[in-house]
């Protein structure tokens, strides 16, 4: 089984609709995160926590929110869709006891999704 | 800012040929350097990491370098494999949590 599962794995949706994309992990790790990838640009980072009761905006959280249920879920919820939050969403999590210089981040398979 | 290009967009090569993708960025104060390879509907798996104070790193048929003071870095694919074609991506981590990350590379190899 995979480490880092998303769900679902594709949604379309109508405009206005509120919408949760679910993140579970088995990594044990305490840090996730929540991406959105739009073609032609970078990953952007939308929100994260370092351990459930620690949740941080991260560049592009507006329109966004989440939350932490347990240390191994982390979900992300469209208040009410919009067309360009059409893109492909990434979970990923890391272990804070890794150093910064050395330690890395562990991705989920992705969710696309599609506001219509 | 931080901000992280990578040229070219796609490449398409034979089956066999060494290839180098590159990555530029504007901040030399990095934590490190990764290269990530992105497969539809696999997510993004960790190729190679080197920390801020290294050159490079290899990982069999790959090797990153990282010129810090010049903002760029090199992943090199000896022999490629039909197998190795997907999105290359690389990012540099600027915080305790923060990575920036490039637009990425779409490599396609020719059998």
């Known amino acids: 089984d995979a480490d880092v599962t998303q769900t679902p794995r594709n949604r379309i949706t109508k405009t206005g609709k509120r919408i949760m994309l679910e993140c579970s992990q088995t990594?044990?790790?305490?840090?996730m995160y929540w991406y959105r990838q739009d073609p032609g640009l970078g990953l952007r980072l939308i929100y994260y926590s370092f351990d459930v009761k620690d949740i941080n905006k991260g560049e592009i959280s507006d329109g966004y929110s989440v939350s932490r249920q347990a240390q191994a879920k982390f979900s992300l919820s469209l208040e009410s869709a919009i067309p360009n939050q059409t893109a492909l969403y990434f979970c990923a999590t890391s272990d804070s006891k890794g150093a910064r210089t050395t330690d890395t981040q562990y991705f989920g398979p992705g969710t696309r999704l599609t506001v219509l | 800012k931080q901000e992280v290009t990578q040229i070219p967009a796609a490449l398409s090569v034979p089956e066999g040929e060494n290839l180098v993708l590159n990555c530029s960025f504007t901040d030399s104060a990095i934590y490190n350097l990764q290269w990530f390879r992105q497969d539809p509907g696999k997510g993004l798996t960790s190729l190679l990491l080197i920390q801020s104070s290294q050159r490079e790193q290899t990982s069999g048929r790959l090797n990153a370098s990282l010129d810090k003071s010049s903002g760029r870095s090199t992943l090199y694919i000896a022999a490629s494999q039909p197998g190795d074609s997907a999105t290359y991506l690389c990012?540099?981590?600027?915080?305790?949590?923060?990575?920036?990350w490039g637009a990425g590379t779409k490599l396609i190899i020719k059998p």
């Open positions: 990012a540099v981590r600027v915080s305790n949590y923060q990575l920036i």
């Open positions: 990594k044990g790790h305490d840090r």
